[in-house]
């Protein structure tokens, strides 16, 4: 089992950045591929990025350039450094965690997923 707790969300301008953070329990955080999630109020959650447990990484078309997901297997947390954010940037965001995944833009491919936390950009 693996639980996992999101941070660093909040309120920020356009063009400006944030940095989340998923900090996991347990001691095989280094086996999982970790994900990044979003969902916007009305719409459906959509992929973001992904850091496999080889560390590949894989990022949606809308953030790439913006976004860079890494992990830091000896603090059991993987990031999500978001810049020049956009009003369309605004959701919850997610992590999840994939056994072994090599970094699935699927959402079902992952098992244990954090509570979110929100992002707002404002125009």
């Known amino acids: 089992q693996v639980q996992l707790v999101e941070s660093g969300g909040g309120l920020v301008q356009a063009g400006g950045s944030l940095t989340l953070s998923c900090t996991a329990s347990?001691?095989?955080?280094?086996?999982?591929?970790m994900g990044w999630f979003r969902q916007a109020p009305g719409k459906e959650r959509e992929f973001v990025a992904s850091?496999?447990?080889?560390?590949?990484?894989t990022y949606a078309d809308s953030v790439k350039g913006r976004f860079t997901i890494s992990r830091d297997n000896a603090k059991n947390t993987a990031y999500l450094q978001m810049n020049s954010l956009k009003p369309e940037d605004t959701a919850v965001y997610y992590c999840?965690?994939?056994?072994?995944?090599?970094?699935?833009?699927?959402?079902?491919?992952?098992?244990?997923w954090g509570q979110g936390t929100r992002v707002t950009v404002s125009s």
């Open positions: 999840a965690a994939d056994h072994l995944g090599d970094g699935s833009s699927s959402y079902p491919a992952y098992e244990f």
């Open positions: 347990g001691r095989t955080f280094s086996w999982y591929a």
């Open positions: 850091i496999s447990w080889s560390g590949g990484r």
